[in-house]
């Protein structure tokens, strides 16, 4: 065992290595090493390159800091001899056993020591962290310093960060760290699951599609014909039909047109769609083909932004349904959820007595959340089905079920715009959908920006929004 030995505090100099780079307050420890002195010796190496008795710290970065703020003039070291790694290693078992490191900072001392030629086994067997946690530790390491800061500060867990893991696009990734810790990022994070999954979609449609069809750079609407842009050279084309992940999804056919060996067909990946034209001759198609061909084009163009509204929508709702599922009332002791619960009932009665209106409880879902058996196809559940959650979370149970009768339809509607002779996506006001969401705020449930804009029909993919009289906070 080495020898402890007094050293000079200012031959003792901070590794520069050290994975702890926040020493945090040190007035209580510079206090208690006042009046009691140091207790606990550092442990330190030989400075490779300064003579005449200078050290690095190893451990100890604390004490040495804090017993410069008391005034001490030496301290107590273990003088040692190790390697680089080992080094590395020690500072980082030593501060993560005492749980002073930030999940950042064992990234990056872990980081550190794969970046030495080090393998995730041997660094598990050099620190005893299980493979598992170095590899999620030292990618989390290579995101923005800054910005893991302060995701972390926002209450950002290590599950939110393992999520960014599955996105290879660093665009979107960007964009789910700025979101970290906010409303916004379970949104985020579900849209972009679901762009994720329609990206690999369209590379496997693309795939049987360039089997008969010629992938351009470009086209351009135009009447009658669409011009479409190949190598700087222009072609004329007629619309023949898209394959859209927002209508056709995994279980879409790709079908070969019938005259694909005698015609040159072409086609265009867009972000959700792949569009498919045909070559044609400008003198054979007649004024009516381009006609209808530009009103197909339209209904599918129509098509996609009502699929991405209703897309929208469920997601919004199953953000809202994950909140509500999880919710406990000791989550938010200053809430009385009996009011929740009254306030929904009374809202229910007003639309009978305003619309004669009734909200049919959607009897499956429910019973699959209250955990109960249910038959498909029956009005209501049996009381002895009910009696049992009744009596033992009966708060619970009336608050899922208060909640399904308000959550109901959307804030937005299609119409037939007579002037444009094309259908539209215009918002709806919805007061019964607007109180359930100010109920489930009051409740502690935060929206995301998307589901505000969506509310006050400020979204830009609206074709008519809001008259800007809606109250902006719920």
Same mark, same amino acid.
């Given at each position: ?8 505090? %200012? ?56 017993? !410069? @703020? ?29 749980? %002073?490191?930030?999940?950042? !900072?064992?990234? *990056? ?15 598990? !067997? ?13 990618? @989390? ?6 910005? $893991? ?18 996105? +290879? /696009? ?46 351009? /750079? ?42 694909? /060996? ?17 070559? $044609? +001759? ?25 699929? *991405? ?22 989550? *938010? ?79 937005? %509607? ?48 609206? +074709?008519?929004?809001? +008259?800007?009289?809606? %109250?902006?906070?719920?």
């Amino acid at each position: 065992m080495a020898d402890i030995v007094m050293l000079p505090i %200012d031959h003792l100099i901070p590794h520069p290595d050290n994975p702890r780079k926040d020493l945090g307050d040190l007035t209580e420890l510079a206090d208690s090493i006042r009046s009691k002195g140091v207790l606990q010796n550092l442990t330190v190496i030989p400075h490779p390159t300064l003579n005449n008795g200078y050290y690095f710290i190893l451990i100890g970065h604390r004490r040495h800091a804090a017993a !410069e @703020l008391a005034g001490l003039k030496e301290l107590p070291c273990t003088v040692v001899e190790m390697s680089y790694e080992d080094q590395i290693a020690t500072m980082l078992v030593e501060n993560m056993q005492r749980s %002073d490191l930030t999940v950042w !900072e064992e990234g *990056k001392g872990l980081q550190m020591m794969m970046n030495l030629g080090k393998s995730v086994r041997e660094v598990s !067997e050099m620190t005893g962290f299980s493979e598992t946690k170095i590899r999620s530790r030292e990618k @989390l390491a290579r995101l923005d310093e800054k910005k $893991v800061k302060k995701a972390l500060s926002r209450g950002a867990t290590l599950f939110d960060f393992a999520e960014l893991e599955a996105f +290879d /696009d660093p665009e979107e990734k960007a964009k789910l760290l700025d979101a970290l810790g906010t409303a916004d990022f379970k949104n985020l994070l579900s849209k972009f699951k679901s762009e994720k999954r329609n990206r690999e979609l369209l590379v496997e449609w693309e795939g049987q599609i360039s089997r008969w069809a010629v992938k351009i /750079d470009e086209s351009i609407w135009g009447t009658p014909y669409v011009k479409m842009l190949l190598g700087g050279k222009e072609i004329l084309g007629r619309y023949y039909r898209n394959y859209g992940t927002w209508n056709q999804g995994k279980n879409a056919v790709i079908e070969k047109p019938k005259d694909a /060996d005698k015609v040159q067909y072409y086609f265009k990946v867009s972000k959700s769609q792949i569009d498919v034209y045909s070559a $044609v +001759d400008a003198e054979s198609v007649s004024k009516e083909e381009a006609v209808q061909a530009e009103k197909q084009r339209k209904r599918d163009e129509f098509d996609a932004k009502k699929a *991405k509204f209703a897309e929208m929508t469920t997601r919004h709702r199953q953000l809202r349904q994950e909140f509500i599922k999880g919710f406990r009332a000791y989550q *938010k002791k200053d809430v009385n959820v009996w009011e929740f619960i009254s306030e929904s009932l009374i809202e229910a009665n007003l639309m009978v007595m305003s619309y004669g209106y009734q909200q049919d409880v959607r009897m499956e879902a429910l019973a699959e959340w209250l955990g109960i058996t249910y038959s498909k196809g029956a009005r209501e559940l049996t009381y002895h089905e009910f009696m049992p959650l009744k009596n033992n979370e009966p708060e619970r149970t009336a608050l899922l079920i208060a909640y399904f009768m308000m959550d109901s339809g959307s804030f937005w %509607d299609s119409r037939w715009n007579a002037e444009k002779q094309q259908y539209e996506i215009v918002w709806k006001n919805n007061p019964r959908l607007e109180k359930c969401v100010k109920l489930l705020t009051w409740l502690g449930y935060n929206e995301s920006q998307e589901e505000i804009k969506m509310r006050r029909g400020s979204l830009e993919d609206f +074709d008519v929004g809001s +008259d800007g009289d809606i %109250d902006g906070e719920v």
